[in-house]
């Protein structure tokens, strides 16, 4: 039986740092890894805790020269050779060394590289914990490593994750990311619980695996969240869960019922505030439905004006705002303290010219106001509304005897023909008897006409009378001051749409309303000279507002309106309409949690593409709709109905088929050649 052969190591001895010399033969070639510079302060910090491979110089003679390159440490040479340069070590300090004369010097330098097994992270994640428990704080750990605060934190907060998860990923059953996903829910049970129903589903996607974590949570970004105040939440026993690997808008809040109990509180007592400043009724809610005040006239207060005092202040904030922008008008940016000081005057500027809106008694007795929290988790106040049973009664011009009028007065007399006729002149008269009915109905028709044509002469004037009879419809409550016959409808939505508040296209529209509303006199009587002292500008700009408060694109199961539709078409592609940048997005609330799951795949496939569809196809309806919209978020996909029809150029000419007059009105007459429009599930 023959022995086997022993092996036997390289020599190792220290070598001074002058003999030594970078080497050819090194195959690392591409920078990767720790830089030069950190790894010198590491070196600096723990010494060199690796030995250099080296192998000796050789003359032209063949013997040593006492001069050793380095195929396999170049790196670690480059620190120490900064370190030298910086006087921070002897050029002739002793450095570790393995001597090696065998084999090839580029073997030596792959097989280092090759050979060399990466830490396992998790291993990295326990030698953290190891640290932190011995004493050291996250900021000394991550000035040791060079890395950042938040990288070991993140690291720390992965050894938290259940015993049986961490095995799962040690044997590659999980992946990084998904274990990750795990540490929003710091409860162990519930990771093991979600993490064996994980193992029937296709896919285990991260965020699948956040949103089973934080089923029943609220987010931190919630208008409700918002409203209370995170630390409040917190001082009052509420748990918030934070993802510290990906951005969770300030987590996830554990106590749902803790949470609507702070709003109901903090809502009332704000609501017992404006119920204090004497409106009749107060209703207060977290949040009301989108026209939730259409029925109700509007009383609008006037602001308060600035105080003298509040005059100066503002004055002299202006002028010192001026001062600081023409001083640095030519700079690219701006001095921090400028900065700062710029916003501070924005602020103070922006608080005098926010004033207080001050009501009459009398609107104090009849109308209320409506207290909620907008999207932004602000208090938001609606004073003001009247009630139609709080209406006072308006007087009418009714007969005492209550006779209704009639057209031709019953000083009008009838010939036997049955033709009104104006009363026998000759009759007897004092003088002071007025013009019949009938008279003065035959002059103002003469009137009306004349009117007619001289105003038909006058665009300018005509279209002040246009914008005068759609303000006073869409802006005034009661009744018409315009003798020009033109009623604008303006369809009123809100319980068709949630969350339709919240859009940025209706807060504009609706900005728009308050912003007019509160420029127009409160008389309809005054409205006609306030339009005309207004530069043709104001007046176009109002004008463009009233038409579209009757724009009305809606398509509706009983009334279908296809010729509408087609025109709400050529209007959304004359003015670009892009309805993703305009704002929406499909969500679970506004379309994805009201399709079928086929129409949600078809979705996905017509953004995403098949691979993304085929990875949610096994999910469940819920789990579906929430995958979904993570999928389609940011794609700009919209579903059919919100789509703008590809304009033709206007360069190219449309082309014209001639009919016959009886094609023509075969056409004409037949309504129901519509075609109906194509189901959602054919068209997408």
């Known amino acids: 039986?023959?022995?086997?052969?022993?092996?036997?190591?390289?020599?190792?001895?220290?070598?001074?740092?002058?003999?030594?010399?970078?080497?050819?033969?090194?195959?690392?070639?591409?920078?990767?890894?720790?830089?030069?510079?950190?790894?010198?302060?590491?070196?600096?910090?723990?010494?060199?805790?690796?030995?250099?491979?080296?192998?000796?110089?050789?003359?032209?003679?063949?013997?040593?020269?006492?001069?050793?390159?380095?195929?396999?440490?170049?790196?670690?040479?480059?620190?120490?050779?900064?370190?030298?340069?910086?006087?921070?070590?002897?050029k002739t300090a002793p450095v570790p060394c393995i001597v090696r004369t065998e084999g090839l010097a580029e073997e030596d330098s792959l097989a280092e590289n090759i050979q060399r097994a990466p830490l396992h992270p998790l291993d990295q994640f326990r030698a953290f914990q190891a640290m932190r428990e011995k004493g050291k704080s996250e900021e000394e750990i991550a000035a040791?490593?060079?890395?950042?605060?938040?990288?070991?934190?993140?690291?720390?907060?992965?050894?938290?994750?259940?015993?049986?998860?961490?095995?799962?990923?040690?044997?590659?059953?999980?992946?990084?990311?998904?274990?990750?996903?795990?540490?929003?829910?710091?409860?162990?049970?519930?990771?093991?619980?979600?993490?064996?129903?994980?193992?029937q589903h296709y896919s285990k996607q991260p965020y699948e695996i956040r949103r089973m974590l934080t089923e029943g949570a609220v987010r931190a970004s919630d208008r409700r969240a918002q409203f209370v105040g995170l630390e409040n939440y917190v001082e009052a026993g509420g748990e918030i869960l934070r993802d510290l690997f990906q951005t969770d808008d300030g987590g996830w809040l554990q106590d749902s019922a803790l949470l609507e109990t702070m709003v109901t509180e903090k809502l009332n007592e704000d609501a017992e505030a404006i119920r204090a400043e004497g409106w009749k009724w107060i209703e207060f809610a977290t949040d009301f439905p989108y026209g939730h005040t259409y029925d109700l006239r509007r009383i609008r207060g006037e602001a308060e004006p600035m105080s003298d005092e509040e005059d100066a202040t503002y004055t002299a904030l202006k002028a010192e705002y001026d001062k600081l922008e023409d001083e640095h008008a030519e700079v690219d940016e701006l001095?921090?303290?400028?900065?700062?000081?710029?916003?501070?005057?924005?602020?103070?500027?922006?608080?005098?010219?926010?004033?207080?809106?001050?009501?009459?008694?009398?609107?104090?007795?009849?109308?209320?106001?409506?207290?909620?929290?907008?999207?932004?988790?602000?208090?938001?106040?609606?004073?003001?509304?009247?009630?139609?049973?709080?209406?006072?009664?308006?007087?009418?011009?009714?007969?005492?005897?209550?006779?209704?009028?009639d057209p031709v007065s019953h000083d009008d007399a009838v010939d036997g023909t049955g033709k009104a006729t104006d009363l026998d002149e000759e009759e007897d008269d004092d003088g002071t008897k007025p013009l019949s009915d009938r008279l003065v109905c035959d002059l103002t028709v003469h009137r009306t006409m004349a009117l007619r044509n001289a105003l038909a002469s006058d665009p300018e004037l005509a279209q002040l009378a246009c914008l005068h009879a759609m303000v006073l419809s869409l802006f005034y409550h009661y009744g018409q001051a315009s003798c020009v016959e033109i009623s604008p409808k303006s369809t009123q939505f809100g319980a068709q749409a949630d969350g339709l508040a919240d859009m940025p296209y209706v807060q504009s529209i609706d900005l728009g309303i308050e912003t007019w509303a509160g420029n127009l006199p409160k008389a309809p009587e005054e409205?006609?000279?306030?339009?005309?002292?207004?530069?043709?500008?104001?007046?176009?700009?109002?004008?463009?507002?009233?038409?579209?408060?009757?724009?009305?694109?809606?398509?509706?199961?009983?009334?279908?309106?296809?010729?509408?539709?087609?025109?709400?078409?050529?209007?959304?592609?004359?003015?670009?309409?892009?309805?993703?940048?305009?704002?929406?997005?499909?969500?679970?609330?506004?379309?994805?949690?009201?399709?079928?799951?086929?129409?949600?795949?078809?979705?996905?496939?017509?953004?995403?593409?098949?691979?993304?569809?085929?990875c949610i196809a096994g999910f469940k309806k819920p789990d579906m709709v929430t995958a979904a919209e993570e999928l389609l978020a940011g794609t700009d996909w919209l579903p059919m109905p919100l789509r703008t029809p590809l304009m033709v150029e206007a360069s190219e000419e449309p082309e014209f088929e001639i009919v016959d007059d009886g094609d023509l009105e075969s056409l004409a007459g037949n309504d129901d050649a519509e075609d109906d429009p194509v189901p959602l599930e054919a068209a997408e």
């Not at 990288?151 to 095995?167: F, G, M, S």
């Open 335 to 405: 001095p921090k303290e400028v900065d700062e000081r710029l916003g501070e005057i924005e602020t103070a500027m922006e608080a005098l010219q926010d004033r207080p809106v001050r009501f009459e008694a009398e609107d104090y007795a009849i109308a209320g106001a409506f207290v909620s929290i907008d999207s932004a988790g602000r208090l938001r106040v609606e004073r003001g509304y009247v009630r139609a049973e709080d209406e006072p009664v308006a007087e009418t011009d009714v007969d005492p005897e209550g006779d209704a009028a």
């Open 1 to 90: 039986m023959t022995k086997s052969k022993k092996i036997t190591l390289s020599a190792s001895r220290d070598i001074p740092f002058n003999k030594l010399v970078l080497s050819q033969s090194n195959v690392r070639q591409i920078k990767a890894g720790v830089s030069i510079e950190e790894l010198t302060e590491d070196i600096a910090r723990r010494t060199l805790l690796s030995s250099l491979t080296v192998r000796p110089v050789l003359g032209d003679d063949g013997g040593e020269t006492g001069m050793f390159e380095i195929p396999a440490g170049g790196r670690r040479y480059r620190a120490l050779e900064l370190l030298v340069k910086q006087r921070r070590l002897n």
């Open 144 to 199: 040791a490593f060079f890395v950042s605060d938040s990288v070991v934190k993140q690291r720390l907060k992965l050894t938290a994750i259940a015993p049986a998860l961490l095995e799962a990923y040690a044997e590659e059953e999980l992946t990084l990311d998904q274990l990750m996903a795990f540490t929003v829910n710091p409860d162990h049970a519930r990771q093991e619980q979600v993490w064996e129903a994980l193992k």
């Open 527 to 614: 409205l006609w000279e306030t339009l005309s002292e207004w530069d043709g500008d104001s007046r176009d700009a109002l004008f463009a507002h009233c038409v579209a408060m009757t724009v009305n694109a809606v398509k509706e199961p009983h009334y279908r309106k296809p010729r509408q539709i087609a025109h709400a078409d050529i209007l959304a592609g004359t003015l670009g309409l892009d309805m993703a940048k305009a704002g929406w997005a499909p969500t679970a609330e506004s379309y994805l949690g009201r399709i079928t799951k086929a129409q949600i795949l078809g979705a996905i496939r017509e953004a995403k593409g098949d691979k993304e569809a085929e």
